[in-house]
């Protein structure tokens, strides 16, 4: 017993949902559901080049059509959590050494971490005032 051309298009779309799974990128999945289609129609009697038309236009429509939706369907912006210093952006924090245009930089509490911070504007923020952190370099905050 020997294989038929759906049957290859079949293990051609689980090959390729299979390396969709070490990508992100959902491009293999869009290719593997053009093979799957073209594999049922091989199995309802669509003779080669039908087959590679079908795959090809079904292919196409997924990647350009359905793709961007399901991506931003799947990888909504909401769904990230801040890591690290991002976390600080908009965060208030407390001046704890004066921050001044003649020194490199001043410094800040926030939730119990003192962050070397500088001034947005460049002018002098005395100590005790509370600030927003606007960015940050490396482990320089930049306030205001």
């Known amino acids: 017993m020997g294989f038929e051309i ?11 949902f299979m390396i969709e799974i070490f990508m ?9 559901v053009g093979a799957l289609v073209t594999g049922a129609g091989a199995y309802f009697g ?5 087959q590679l038309f079908l795959f090809a236009g079904f292919t196409f429509l997924i990647l350009f059509f359905i793709r961007p939706f399901a991506k931003k369907f799947i990888f909504k912006a ?4 801040s890591t ?11 001046v704890v050494e004066i921050i001044a245009p003649n020194k490199r930089h001043g410094r800040v509490e926030i939730d119990g971490d003192n ?20 960015s940050y370099d490396s482990i320089v905050l930049t306030v205001k």
Not at 6 to 16: G, K, T
Not at 46 to 50: G, I, M, R, Y
Not at 84 to 94: Q, S
Request: charged letters at 15%; a positive charge; one cysteine or more.
């Open 24 to 32: 992100t990128s959902f491009i293999a999945v869009c290719i593997g």
């Open 6 to 16: 759906w049957h290859i298009w079949l293990m051609v779309a689980v090959l390729l």
């Open 115 to 134: 962050w070397k911070a500088v001034s947005f504007d460049g002018k002098s923020i005395s100590k005790g005032e509370i600030v927003t952190i606007v």
């Open 84 to 94: 690290n210093a991002d976390v600080l952006l908009g965060k208030k924090a407390t």
């Open 46 to 50: 669509l003779n080669v080049t039908q």
């Open 78 to 81: 909401k769904d990230f959590v």
